[in-house]
Each structure stands twice: as C-alpha cells, then as structure tokens.
C-alpha cells in the first residue's frame, strides 16, 4: 500500500471542466497527488464566460471541511474562488481550527472572460484573514492590485513593489504571475519570500511565452500544481518551479484538445495521453 501526498481543492465547480476544483482534481492527479475537494460554489459557465453563481451556504462549506479533515490526512490545501465574504471566513475559521502543512491561496477574483467572482465586500476578508493563514499567495497583476486598492503593476519594478506590499499586508510568500504583460516574449512570474530580518528575497521564474487562446483555468491549474508538488519537495522554490514547467507544458499542448468555442482549457495530461 502507497500514501501519496493528499491535496484538498476549496474553490468553485466549472461545468466545463477547464477551472475551478475541476481543473484543481486534473492538476493534482497529472501530479502525483490525491485529491480532495470542498465546493464553495456552482457556476454556470462554459469556454464563453459565466452566466450564473450560487454560492453554497457558508455553514456547509465549513461542515464539508471538517467532515474531511476528520478523517483525511490532508498535506496541502489550495483555495480558489470563494464567492462571498461569508464563504471566505467560513473558510479561515476551518483553517484555524486545523492548520494544515500546506497552504496555497489563489485569490481568484475575475474570470478569463471578465465575470466578476468574488464580491467586493469579501475582498477584505481576503486580506485581512486568508493571507496570513496562506503560505503562499498566487495573484495575478490585476489581482494583486485589486488586494492593495491601487492599478495594477505595469512593469517588473512595480510588480516586485506589489509584491513586498503584500508581504506586508501578512502574506508570507508571494507568487506574483506576469502574465498579463502580453507584449513580452518571457512570461515571468516573481517569487518573493520573507527573510527572518525582515526583508524579502526575490527570485524570477521565467518561461517562453506560449501564444494560444486556450488559457482558460491557468491560475487555477498552476496554484493545484503547486499545492500537489509542495509536499513532494523540500522547499517552496523547487515546487514553484516545477508546477510552472508542468503549466508551460499544459499550454504549449492546450491547442490539440477542441473544447467549446471560446478560451478552451489548457491540456492538464498532456505528459500521459497521446
């Protein structure tokens, strides 16, 4: 008998397979980790964009949660999208009480196709409670600056500024992804850790950018893989960069797979099928 890494998805259902806990249970599997998962949300939604939430009750979230941890194991946790700010302390009151190893937080805010994922008021809740129970945070630019109330970063130096704000704020590691600056050939994404005197270290991750229109589920591909390879390596760097090779991978096959018309998902077994 094997004990793999256990890896628990807390994040909404994508009907269409290519986000959400949907996405989170393939990246855990493609690898080497068991997943678990505990719905915050339904959503309807396809490759085109969402057309509709119902946010589970917050109790139940929390009650899925300990149900679990009662009797599963769990080494690392990912946190997608969270809906409301009821959902999300229901979420951080659950951690509280069982502090797992591992915990990735992805604050997934705005859908590929713009749909608005997380109200508002639920955004201080975010940063005030889930950051510092996360040990890891994966925010995109926009994201990133939707956290700290300014613009979004527009070059490497404000990213790396953002990035210290949010250490700041209570994060304790931030994965500041680039995406989002298209124009570049690199995608980068900075990496930016707490030292014990107070300060921060910076490491960039770069890869080539791959140019396809099926990026639907990235966020919330490379925060699973993270979550499923943390417990797998010694330390947060290695994990980081490995998830982020396994996404290159996933998006440079993204283009044989046909699914729907819109942002199709990237290809999560791309190492297994032919």
Known sequence: MTTPPIALTIAASDPSGGAGIQADLKAFSANGAYGT????????????????????PPAFVGEQIDTLFADVPVDAVKIGMLADAAIASAVADALERHRPRFVVLDPVMVSTSGHRLLEADAVGVLRDRLLPLADLITPNLPEAGDLLGVAAAQDRAEAVEQARALLESGARRVLLKGGHHTQDA???????EATQDAGAHVTELSAPRVHTRNTHGTGCTLSAAIAALRPQHDDWYTAVRAAKEYLTGALRAADTLRIGSGHGPVHHFHQYWS
């Open 37 to 56: 998962a505990v719905l915050t949300a339904l959503t309807a939604q396809n490759t085109q964009g969402v057309t509709g939430i119902h946010a589970i």
């Open 186 to 192: 690199e995608s980068v994404d900075i990496l930016v």
